[in-house]
């Protein structure tokens, strides 16, 4: 999901386009493969990106958040 561009400025116009992206996986279990592969898609994609975890009681569900910005 693309939440908004944080765009690059130079002499007063544009000069690069940069779109804030976040990827949320859900899984009903702590899947520790799932989670390699997804990481490793984006590393062989040359894509830096933090990560996030979280477990919801309430729905039981892993929640793995993944936030990077793509040119």
Known sequence: MANHENNFGADNKVYQIITDVTITAYM??????????????????????TSSTDYDREQKLYTIIYEMEVI
């Open 28 to 49: 009903s279990a702590e899947d520790l493969d799932i989670e390699d592969s997804i990481n490793a898609a984006l590393d062989d994609a040359g894509i830096y990106w």
